[in-house]
């Protein structure tokens, strides 16, 4: 009896529903969605955001700083979870890199972000900031992470790259041969994040994945 009892309980949680993830997209531009037929994007309150008949295609307008929305877009009575960006969700200063300067608080509050730094190149040792963001160009490898890092992770994320990191006796470089988004970098209470030459600034899931990293490292 203990034993059937135990199997129910294992079978339970092996059909335990999976809370759905929301579909992240950008205030302010426009939005295509899979689907097709009668639609409505809704807000929490029930409020009709955008509606429509035929494919989902909708752009609302730019958010609040810093800030997003839970709605519910309804497709043929079918629901499914959408939250709405703000285009500007960093609160770091200017890099200087175009893509990335877009989506910065303006102006970012000066008590925060300060220590993070975003550039192109690869030089922790001369660059300030606790937090380093780097984004090189392919050209830049086989790009050589020198020694003394106490902790060097290669990191997958939603969108892959093409990140390889290769590790030869006291020898760290990293190439452009692997799947990689990322490669993380720590010693001394620096950290530094090198992302992937083929990091697109307006995929909002790499701006999140950004904004995630800073998040977790500031703690």
């Given at each position: 009896m203990m034993r059937l009892s135990m199997s129910l309980v294992l079978l339970l949680l092996c059909f335990r529903p999976v809370a759905e993830e929301a579909v992240a997209v950008w205030s302010g531009r426009e939005v295509v969605l899979p689907g097709n037929?009668?639609?409505?994007?809704?807000?929490?309150?029930?409020?009709?955001?955008?509606s429509g008949n035929g494919e989902v295609r909708f752009e609302l307008p730019p958010m609040t700083d810093g800030t997003?929305?839970?709605?519910v877009l309804v497709v043929n009575g079918e629901k499914r979870k959408v939250r709405v960006w703000a285009p500007r969700l960093l609160n770091i200063p200017p890099s200087g890199i175009p893509g990335l300067d877009r989506h910065l608080l303006s102006p970012p509050p000066p008590?925060?972000?300060?220590n993070i730094r975003a550039g192109n190149e690869f030089d922790p040792e001369s660059r300030p900031g606790k937090i380093l963001l780097v984004f090189p160009d392919k050209r830049d490898f086989p790009l050589e992470l020198g020694?003394?890092?106490e902790r060097i992770a290669w990191n997958t994320a939603r969108l892959?790259?093409?990140?390889?990191?290769?590790?030869?006796?006291r020898?760290?470089?990293a190439d452009v041969n692997g799947t990689g988004s990322y490669i993380e970098l720590e010693k001394k209470g620096k950290r530094v994040f090198l992302f992937s030459p083929l990091f697109d600034?307006?995929?909002?899931?790499?701006i999140l994945l950004i904004q995630k990293l800073i998040k977790e490292s500031a703690k």
């Open positions: 037929g009668a639609w409505r994007l809704e807000s929490g309150h029930g409020r009709i955001l955008a997003s929305l839970d709605t008590a925060e972000g300060a020694g003394g890092w892959p790259g093409c990140l390889g990191l290769s590790v030869e006796k020898e760290r470089c600034f307006d995929k909002i899931e790499n």
